[in-house]
């Protein structure tokens, strides 16, 4: 009776440090959006030609990351919200573009981010089958897609833009539905600002190819 009571309890205990585990990455993950409209619209005036290095100096806060996580929770929140802000720079350009020419598409593109993600981030949390295979497909597929996008900044294909799009989204679908898993087996309250970090990203990118999908059924 003891066992099953002390088992009970250590169920009862894992599932607390889980729902803990996700109220904290949410809202790392809403403190890293605010912080990145922040830094777009600080951004929204300034050189295309910049984009670069903010760009740079974003993904060198999020590698950073990876080494600071297991020593101090507090440095890695604080480089979470650098590349909160560093991000938002990199893309000011371009929101500020959509946001002049036409604003609608922004409203549009956010609208369905939203769906997308409360869609297949409920399927990868409920999801029992382990995901980590098909992920690192993505992955792979992933790479593939950057080649394809630096081709056709070079090659002309019908239609390529929306093309690029609509296959990003279906390899972040799957790593949404990944990370939303990690989200739910992981019961390490320090694994949530990279765990927050990771869904950003799918939601950030998920956002820009929405934006591109929108932007081609308008011309």
Known sequence: MSDTI????????????????????MGYVAATAGLFALGAYAGRNLSESLGWVWFIAAFVCLFAMNFTARRSVSATVVLLGAFGVLIGLATAPLLAYYATTDPAILWQAGGATALFIAGFGTAGYAARRDLTALARVAFFALLALIVFGIVLIFVNIPHGSLIYA????????????????????????????????????????????????????NN
């Open 166 to 217: 609509v296959l990003g989204l279906a390899i972040f679908a799957v790593l949404t539905m990944f990370d939303f898993q990690r989200l739910r087996r992981s019961s390490d309250i320090s694994s949530a600002p990279l765990l927050a970090a990771s869904i950003f990203l799918d939601i950030l990118n998920v956002f820009l190819f929405f934006l591109r999908i929108f932007s081609s059924s």
């Open 6 to 25: 002390g088992l009970g309890g250590a169920g009862a205990v894992s599932r607390d440090r889980s729902l803990t585990l996700f109220g904290q990455t």
